[in-house]
C-alpha cells in the first residue's frame, strides 16, 4: 500500500509538469515556403537544444518545451541565417517565431573539386591520376 501511495503521488507530480511550444513558418522574402530549412533553439541558459528542418510548407513545431526564454536559429542553403531571440515559452502556450530569410548569392565553382579537367578529357581520382573507362 505504502508503494502505490508514493507511485500515485509520482504520477500526480507529473501531470503537474507544465510544458508550452514553438511553431513558425520560414519563408523568403517574396513569402514563399522554404522546406527542409534547419530550425534548431537553444534555451538562454543553454541548458535546452533541440533541431528539427521544416516541412513541405516550410512550417516547425517544437512541442512539449519547459518554460523559458529561447533563441530559435534558422539557416537553409542559399538564404542568410537568421536568429530569434528572446522567444518566451510559458505553460500551455504556443509562441510564434514566423520568418522571412533573405537570399543570398550562391557562386560555385567546380574545377578540380569533382575530378574533372577542363584543359584533359580525362577524368581523374582523388589521387589527379586518370581513371581508365
Known amino acids: ?7 500515485s503521488l509520482l504520477f500526480g507530480i507529473h501531470s503537474f ?8 513558418q ?8 522554404i522546406p527542409f530549412a534547419k530550425v534548431w533553439l537553444t534555451s538562454q541558459d543553454s541548458s535546452f537544444k533541440s533541431a528539427m528542418m521544416t516541412n513541405l510548407d516550410g512550417k516547425y513545431t517544437f512541442k512539449n518545451l519547459p518554460s ?34 533573405v537570399q543570398t548569392q550562391i ?6 573539386c569533382c575530378g574533372y579537367n577542363r584543359n584533359r578529357s580525362t577524368n581523374l581520382d582523388e589521387a589527379g591520376n586518370p581513371i581508365q573507362w
Open 1 to 7: 500500500m505504502k508503494y502505490l501511495f508514493v507511485l
Open 26 to 33: 520560414v519563408m523568403d522574402e517574396n513569402n514563399i515556403e
Open 68 to 101: 523559458g526564454t529561447y533563441e530559435v536559429h534558422i539557416k537553409s542553403i542559399g538564404y542568410t541565417e537568421h536568429l530569434i531571440k528572446d522567444v518566451v515559452v510559458t505553460d500551455n502556450k504556443e509562441s510564434q517565431a514566423t520568418i522571412s530569410l
Open 17 to 24: 509538469a507544465q510544458t508550452g511550444s514553438i511553431k513558425g
Open 107 to 112: 557562386i560555385s565553382c567546380c574545377f578540380g
